[in-house]
């Protein structure tokens, strides 16, 4: 039967599912991107692990991580819609840490480009620089790239699939292939006989598989449009699996705590108390922090809180205020990035005005609804991980590292997982469960932070400050020069992964220097703060916090000119980027924004392009007996192409929601070294009573495929502060709002 690596198994074992035997096939034999991770027996034939037929049925790999933005669902449809079966009848699995599942769009993303000035030559260059992912075994999940990875992939896997079996059935019936049709998991015969697609694996392994033709967009049943999830039976009914949810027989469970002083050691513990409370197993040891195996999760979080630890001091400024200092002296060093540069900064056009303005946002926690944690079990010469994440390959790798093994001696097996955002392309969760099971060989142990733990232990969105100068002249923005200062996520996240980076570094300008205006004098910098507050892709990255600074300014910048701000924005974008002002013009009619409010309404535009996709958003407020409420949003971003409007209107949604929660409330601050935040009652989020009624409109007219995932976020925060501006009169520079004004909770 299949195994994996050197490891022969009698059945080749994705998260609960076992297949067994069978035919799989995919892009392997169209671009063999990279080795087949399946090693085939006597009998079976393993082309790629993207579609596996056996005796079961029909199994579709959707090896981009589910984390709730519906990427299981999509990616199984691309191949479904040509393989011909029903989403119904076919199971769907996330694959195994392999670099055949590389994702493609990744590397094509970091190019110096702006994105929506990009050539098709540019684009086309991007897509084959994505074969590198291969090199690197970038199996990963993130950057909003899945369906930008998967759409031709996926669609190819799928032909290829279709069109070897069909040769599998003429070989059978003695007829041509080309008068073969399929239908949901058959081949048809001219004369009416069917042949399930399960008859036809055995024979199919045997054949090179033809060339393959994708169909029209014109006959797709699935892609473009709104298609049910195949986890909501799963989700719906707690019958779904997530990393906490992993059951082993005879498992032990454990809980982690780590020196609050983030970066700093443990200079000893005394865990006397820890270990005579009845059914406390183990302490272990992990140096820079201590962990308790235990006969269940809640006695192991009060147990490892009972150990007495002497903690070394933090290797950056214990407090807030010093941090932002760190931060701001940036400013005086050389620019790590000035990925725009038009024009002439330096002279003020004569007969313009000048206006400045400086901006500060705090670091932020990830906060996902499921608490880091993870299911290891170490027997020596092999270690299985069970868990949510991002970035399998990487995962195993790490695990691998820190258990003195190789690679293939690793399985990773990705569940469902309680939201990511970033936090969970990480691996340090990974790398502790491993350690904590390495401590009782043989033994499977489920390793759960507490949410204290987590939140007070997350790699942050940085803080950031920005200070912007631009001019007016005659309604026009004639001048933007935006310098931006922030920790590099980057370059802290390549270090971990141990990959060198430098040079400039994109992400800390992404969502300012690449916004489609067309301003003639228009320079970005960026400024990398040197600190050691660990830091972390957080949804939308860079563009989290350049969005609310560009944004935000250039609303100031309408004000000071005295045009409407939405109408200031589309003057200057509608030449520069078509698409961009579609949008804009969306929800502009979409609100029936006339740029005049009642006074106890407030209404904020918001815009930001990333990931490939303009989003603009406008965000209403009302003032009810002096607290003030969120009452409406309205959403356009152009997809160039929806592969499921509904799942995008879910992601616009959801990202909105994100940012209007870090825009209210998210706020990571720092006392004695420490974070001060620790779980949802002092880092809020909006509630269902809080949240806007939003309406969304999903267009289709960009060159290129954007992102769904990430885009809704950035344009919330700007959106929401011009909304209060436009309230109150108060210009909010800072975040959270909840500082400054007296926000509905």
């Excluded at 037929?53 to 199994?59: F, L, P, S």
């Excluded at 443990?266 to 962990?291: H, I, R, W």
């Excluded at 099971?437 to 033994?443: E, F, K, N, Q, Y």
Aim: net charge negative.
């Amino acid at each position: 039967m299949a195994s994996i690596g050197k490891i022969a198994r009698r059945t080749f074992l994705i998260g609960s599912a076992a297949i067994v035997g069978g035919v799989a096939f995919g892009v392997y034999y169209v671009r063999r991107p990279a080795p087949n991770p399946l090693e085939p027996a006597e009998g079976e034939a393993a082309l790629n692990p993207f579609v596996l037929i056996d005796r079961q049925g029909v199994t579709l790999f959707a090896p981009r991580a589910e984390m709730g933005q519906g990427v299981k669902t999509t990616w199984a449809a691309l191949i479904a819609e040509e393989l011909d079966v029903e989403l119904d009848q076919v199971r769907v699995l996330h694959g195994p840490a392999a670099a055949a599942y590389y994702n493609s769009a990744m590397i094509g993303e970091g190019l110096p480009n702006k994105g929506y000035d990009i050539s098709d030559f540019q684009h086309n260059v991007g897509q084959a620089l994505g074969e590198i992912g291969k090199v690197l075994s970038l199996h990963v999940t993130g950057g909003s790239t899945s369906m930008k990875d998967g759409f031709e992939r996926m669609r190819e896997a799928g032909a290829t699939a279709r069109e070897t079996l069909k040769e599998a059935a003429a070989q059978r019936l003695g007829v041509d292939r080309a008068s073969l049709t399929t239908v949901a998991g058959k081949v048809v015969a001219p004369d009416g006989t069917e042949i399930p697609y399960p008859e036809l694996a055995e024979a199919a392994a045997q054949i090179d598989p033809p060339e393959a033709t994708l169909r029209d967009p014109g006959q797709w049943r699935y892609l473009g449009k709104h298609v049910p999830r195949v986890d909501m039976v799963g989700k719906s009914t707690g019958t779904a699996e997530f990393g906490i949810d992993v059951r082993l027989p005879e498992m032990k469970f454990a809980s982690v705590r780590m020196n609050p002083r983030l970066g700093g050691g443990m200079k000893g513990f005394d865990a006397s108390a820890a270990e005579a409370m009845p059914g406390v197993e183990t302490v272990v040891d992990l140096d820079g922090g201590v962990a308790v195996i235990a006969s269940n999760t809640w006695l192991a979080m009060q147990a490892v809180d009972a150990i007495e630890v002497e903690w070394d001091e933090a290797p950056y400024p214990p407090e807030t205020d010093a941090l932002f200092e760190r931060i701001a002296a940036a400013f005086d060093t050389d620019a790590n990035s000035t990925m725009r540069d038009d024009g002439d900064v330096s002279t003020l056009p004569e007969g313009a005005t000048e206006i400045t303005a400086e901006y500060r946002l705090p670091y932020l926690a990830h906060a996902t609804m499921e608490p880091m944690n993870g299911t290891a079990i170490y027997s020596g010469g092999r270690v299985e991980f069970w868990g949510g994440n991002q970035a399998p390959t990487f995962t195993r790798d790490k695990i691998a590292e820190t258990a003195g093994l190789d690679s293939d001696a690793v399985d990773v097996h990705t569940t469902y997982m309680g939201g990511g955002f970033g936090r969970r392309g990480e691996f340090d969760f990974a790398v502790i469960a491993a350690k904590v099971a390495m401590a009782v060989p043989g033994t499977p142990v489920q390793t759960t932070w507490s949410r204290e733990e987590d939140m007070r232990h997350d790699f942050y969105r940085p803080g950031a400050m920005a200070r912007m100068r631009g001019a007016v002249k005659d309604g026009k923005a004639v001048l933007l020069d935006g310098q931006i200062a922030a920790q590099s996520a980057l370059f802290q996240a390549m270090g971990r992964l141990g990959v060198p980076s430098g040079g400039p570094d994109k992400v800390l300008v992404e969502g300012a220097f690449n916004q489609p205006y067309a301003i003639p004098n228009y320079r970005i910098r960026g400024h990398v703060a040197d600190l050691a507050v660990p830091v972390g892709f957080w949804r939308s990255v860079g563009n989290s916090f350049n969005g609310f600074f560009h944004d935000t300014f250039l609303d100031e910048m309408a004000h000071l000119a005295g045009v409407d701000p939405l109408e200031f924005r589309l003057e200057h974008m509608k030449t520069e980027h078509p698409p961009s002002a579609g949008c804009l013009e969306a929800v502009r009619d979409m609100s029936g924004w006339t740029g005049k409010t009642p006074d106890d309404v407030g209404r904020g535009v918001g815009f930001t392009y990333s990931f490939g996709t303009p989003v603009a958003q406008i965000i209403e407020v009302v003032d009810e007996d002096s607290t003030i409420r969120i009452s409406k949003a309205w959403i356009a971003c152009d997809m160039g192409l929806a592969l499921d409007p509904g799942t995008v209107e879910a992601q616009m949604v959801s990202g909105m929601v994100y940012g209007l929660s870090a825009a209210c409330f998210g706020e990571i601050t720092y006392a004695g070294g420490e974070v001060e935040q620790g779980n949802f009652p002092d880092y809020e989020v909006l509630r269902m009573h809080t949240a806007p009624v939003t309406e969304v409109r999903v267009l289709e007219t960009n060159r290129h495929m954007g992102g769904a995932g990430e885009p809704g976020t950035p344009p919330a925060m700007p959106a929401l502060g011009n909304a209060l501006f436009d309230l109150t009169g108060r210009r909010a520079r800072t975040l959270p709002l909840n500082r400054e004004f007296d926000l509905l909770i």
